[in-house]
T-cell receptor, first 110, second 116 residues
Framework: QKEVEQDPGPLSVPEGAIVSLNCTYS??????FMWYRQYSRKGPELLMY????GNKEDGRFTAQVDKSSKYISLFIRDSQPSDSATYLC??????????FGQGTRLTINP | DAGITQSPRHKVTETGTPVTLRCHQT?????MYWYRQDPGHGLRLIHY???????DKGEVSDGYSVSRSKTEDFLLTLESATSSQTSVYFC???????????????FGPGTRLTVT
């Protein structure tokens, strides 16, 4: 079993829709959870991170962690075509290392 | 842009030849990483460094070596390139940034390597 599982998609939704992106993880000791956004042919850029359980909101983006289910989510409200990208979850594995999900490719259709 | 450059940005090489990729940072961060990204596998850690001359292996280190003789530079070498090493290679940095998690990593623009 992979340490972090993420549905690769692709996911295609109309503009303005609420998008839900999800990852599951196996090690209950993980504490830091991150979301990266990667545009085509670019490096990943950090979108937001959360520590332990709960929600964190940044504009149209909300990151949610459910440690009891080992489940993390990223919600995008009022999605825009500029949100079209690959979204990667990442979890701090220890020793300053991150383990990444496979990435979900998202397309927002105008 | 987190002050990270990678060179070259694109390279085509033949099987069996040595290849060195360079990562350069201007942020003076302690930690540097090399990843490869392939369809169906996401980002996988090759090697990382936690200081000058201090390096360790990641998940997919076979066939790769690294060196870090200066804080700002982290080199990845493919001793004898194989077609399975065709990939996009990303360098990343992390360190102590005021107001941020110490585990956040910031990525360079990538190097697209093709081994024929």
């Amino acid at each position: 079993q992979k340490e972090v599982e993420q549905d690769p998609g692709p996911l295609s939704v109309p503009e303005g829709a609420i998008v839900s992106l999800n990852c599951t993880y196996s090690n209950s000791a993980f504490q830091y959870f991150m979301w990266y956004r990667q545009y085509s042919r670019k490096g990943p850029e950090l979108l937001m991170y959360t520590y332990s359980s709960g929600n964190k909101e940044d504009g149209r983006f909300t990151a949610q962690v459910d440690k009891s289910s080992k489940y993390i989510s990223l919600f995008i409200r009022d999605s825009q075509p500029s949100d079209s990208a690959t979204y990667l979850c990442a979890i701090h594995q220890g020793a300053q290392k991150l383990v990444f999900g496979q990435g979900t490719r998202l397309t927002i259709n105008p | 842009d987190a002050g990270i450059t990678q060179s070259p940005r694109h390279k085509v090489t033949e099987t069996g030849t040595p290849v060195t990729l360079r990562c350069h940072q201007t942020e003076n961060h302690r930690y540097m990483y090399w990843y490869r990204q392939d369809p169906g596998h996401g980002l996988r850690l090759i090697h990382y460094s936690y200081g000058v001359k201090d390096t360790d292996k990641g998940e997919v280190s076979d066939g790769y070596s690294v060196s870090r003789s200066k804080t700002e530079d982290f080199l990845l070498t493919l001793e004898s390139a194989t077609s399975s090493q065709t990939s996009v290679y990303f360098c990343a940095i992390s360190g102590i940034i005021v107001g941020a998690s110490p585990y956040e990593q910031y990525f360079g623009p990538g190097t697209r390597l093709t081994v024929t």
